[in-house]
């Protein structure tokens, strides 16, 4: 199972990242590692798997042997003497292969379990690397109010200087100044925002919520998508699960018709004679053994028969939910590939436009040196700016986050 855990991870964790720096892709590793040994769901999980394994030592046994005890009150007699007391013991066993078709179903319902597991661990890998890509996104977008916050105090620098000559109002200064306060007030909304989110992984993590979540410096938008293997989708657990459920309502119905079979009992009873009196004989006072063979036959068979019915409706039942979770699957798929499209074409786009804002932004600071500005002007270059700039930010996230999806979906 572990070999299992680690190519799971290492294929989920390097795809995405194969075009970012190795230092990113250890952290996350390390951060999805840490989540997969010690999240409470996925040791839930674990645990039913084992308790379900563990079912096939209960069922691989025999009926308990039957023992009886009888003393005669009215001792009976009998030509060798008086009968004292009757002991007996009988023992009912299955029909041939019952018991190995018992251990087939259980085993069959522990690989269903199973796939759970793994169910369980792809989520939870998905639930992290989006963590951390919100995070990756909530600090980028708190260093861009700083760099803002800044260029505006310099823009303030600028319009109290005009203001002294005459070619500012102190109109301006205040616009500046509560532009500035209201960046801080998003970067401080931000900065809580991130202790959330940082509260969610460590949670996943299953540590204490206050312990600090570093994140990459920088996330570039890859040059070129991976490849999508969409025909891996019909192998994720989530089907395979279904298939297994499906092998074990077989194996329940091969249970069934061993269990409409005859059982075969033995039995052997020992009655004790006491001795007749005052008589000499061969057999006098011979105790009586008495094997016997039973043998139980199902005649009232409609308890089988609707168990067979129930089966092969659970059969179809289980056809019909595979194909449904096929079809979201199928959905969430398309989406996420579509999504990862568009955050590359909004990434694109918000790139051209953060250089014509910048372009803008250059033409200001001549116009300062010419001796005219409109701080209006200023403010809504700014604006602008920091819009592309946060719009470029969460494009690059939804591009991660969406393949991170992906992965989860296709990736074997």
């Known amino acids: 199972m572990k070999h299992i855990k680690m190519n799971i991870r290492t294929v989920f964790v ?3 990242l194969c075009f970012v720096l190795s230092v990113q892709s250890q952290e996350l590793e390390t951060l999805i590692d840490v989540a997969l040994n010690n999240n409470p769901e996925i040791q839930k999980f674990e645990l039913q798997y084992k308790r379900a394994s563990e079912k096939v030592n209960e069922v691989n046994t025999i009926p308990n042997t039957a023992f009886g005890v ?17 002991v007996s013991a009988k023992q009912m066993l299955p029909w041939f292969g019952t018991i190995t078709s018992r251990e087939n179903y259980i085993s069959s319902l522990a690989d269903a ?17 989006q963590s951390y890509y919100n995070l990756y996104a909530n600090k980028a977008k708190q260093e861009v109010l700083n760099e803002n916050i800044n260029l505006l105090e310099t823009y303030e620098t600028l319009a109290l200087t005009s203001l002294e000559v005459g070619k500012a109002s102190a109109v301006d200064v205040l616009r500046l100044q509560m532009r500035q306060n209201e960046m801080q007030q998003l970067k401080d909304v931000l900065s809580q925002q991130f202790l959330a989110e ?14 600090a979540v570093t994140v990459v410096d920088s996330l570039m938008m890859p040059s070129e998508d991976f ?19 499906y092998q074990s309502i077989e194996q329940s119905e091969l249970l069934n018709q061993k269990e409409s079979s005859p059982m075969i ?6 009655i004790n004679v006491s001795e007749r009196p005052d008589m000499n004989f061969s057999d006098n ?21 609707s168990q067979t019915k129930q089966n092969e409706l659970q059969q179809q039942e289980i056809t019909v939910q595979k194909q449904e979770r096929l079809n979201m699957l199928e959905t969430l798929l398309s989406k996420a590939i579509n999504e990862r499209i568009s955050a590359r074409i909004s990434y694109t786009t918000q790139t051209k436009n953060l250089k014509q804002a910048k372009d803008a932004e250059d033409i200001l600071i001549k116009s300062y040196e010419t001796g005219t500005i409109d701080f209006n002007d200023v403010l809504d270059i700014q604006e602008l700016q920091l819009k592309f700039q946060m719009n470029q930010i969460e494009s690059v996230r939804t591009y991660y986050v969406q393949s991170a999806i992906i992965n989860y979906l296709t990736q074997q």
Do not use: W
Not at 113 to 129: C, G, P, T
Not at 236 to 241: I, Q, R, S, T
């Open 14 to 16: 390097l795809c995405p």
């Open 70 to 86: 009888g003393y005669f009150v009215s001792e009976p007699e009998t030509r060798t003497g008086a009968q004292r007391f009757k």
């Open 113 to 129: 379990k199973y796939e759970d597991i793994v169910i369980a661990k792809r989520k939870l890998m998905a639930s992290v690397s």
């Open 198 to 211: 940082q509260t969610n992984l460590n949670n996943l993590l299953n540590r204490e919520n206050n312990v």
């Open 227 to 245: 490849e999508i293997i969409t025909e891996n989708l019909a192998l994720h657990p989530e089907l395979l699960k279904y298939d297994k459920l």
């Open 265 to 270: 009992g033995f039995g052997l009873d020992y």
């Open 285 to 305: 006072g011979k105790d009586i053994v008495m094997p016997m063979v039973s043998v139980s036959i199902p005649i009232f068979n409609k308890k089988y028969k």
